[in-house]
């Protein structure tokens, strides 16, 4: 079976662009999840679905970041109007059941550079 | 939220040599997960443990949820152990990671 996949892997923008990431879950996952990691540091949550439903978005930064998973299975991050400050790896990652029950799977991540 | 910290930040060590890294959280959890980020960025599951102890080959891990910390042992290392490894934990919110500890495998 296909773990979690991203794309694109690699992507720069010039300030001011918008982005979309893209996230295939492991088919049948109930769960998926938004991460950011900034160099050197830890992943950071974004936000959270469990099936279509954004259940949490508190780990969004700012209003130019939005996700959607609109059938429950594919989730695209979209970030409008580009700051360097976004430049980080994004990290998606599902799990078969809800939140905080299951082992977390991620991806490859996508590495998004702002010039 | 759950604070994580993890010791030590950095280890370099010979191959064949044995480690320990560990995790200290500051709240009640549901899920604790060790993770290995390799060189490409790939986060790898090495072990899911809320409590208890596990093992898989020359890795095992042991969680200890009433003193609030997991341990991760290392043992007879090789080169394509480096890289660093997470400790996440998930109590009633998001999962929190820490900020790793940074592993060198010397030949």
């Known amino acids: 079976g296909a773990g979690v996949s991203q794309s694109p892997r690699y992507k720069v923008a010039k300030r001011g662009q918008d982005v979309a990431l893209r996230c295939d879950p492991i088919?049948?996952?109930?769960?998926l999840f938004w991460y950011q990691q900034a160099l050197g540091q830890g992943p950071e949550f974004l936000t959270y679905f469990q099936n279509e439903a954004q259940l949490d978005k508190s780990g969004l930064p700012s209003d130019r970041f939005f996700a959607e998973r609109p059938e429950g299975s594919v989730s695209t991050l979209k970030i409008q109007r580009t700051q360097q400050e976004d430049s980080a790896v994004y990290l998606c990652?599902?799990?078969?059941?809800?939140?905080?029950?299951?082992?977390?799977?991620f991806g490859p991540g996508t590495r998004l550079t702002v010039t | 939220g759950i604070q994580v910290e993890q010791s030590p930040p950095d280890l370099i060590l010979q191959e064949g040599a044995n480690s320990t890294l560990r995790c200290n959280f500051s709240d009640s959890v549901n899920n604790l997960q060790w993770f290995h980020q390799n060189p490409w960025g790939q986060l790898i599951n090495l072990f899911y443990?809320?409590?208890g102890t596990k093992q898989n080959g020359r890795l095992s891990a042991t969680t200890v949820a009433t003193e609030r910390y997991s341990l991760l042992y290392i043992s007879s290392s090789q080169t394509t152990d480096s890289g660093v490894y997470f400790c996440a934990v998930e109590g009633p919110g998001d999962m929190r990671f820490g900020a790793g500890t940074r592993l060198t495998v010397k030949p």
């Open positions: 990652a599902s799990s078969l059941g809800i939140r905080g029950g299951d082992e977390q799977y």
């Open positions: 443990i809320p409590s």
């Open positions: 088919s049948g996952h109930v769960s």
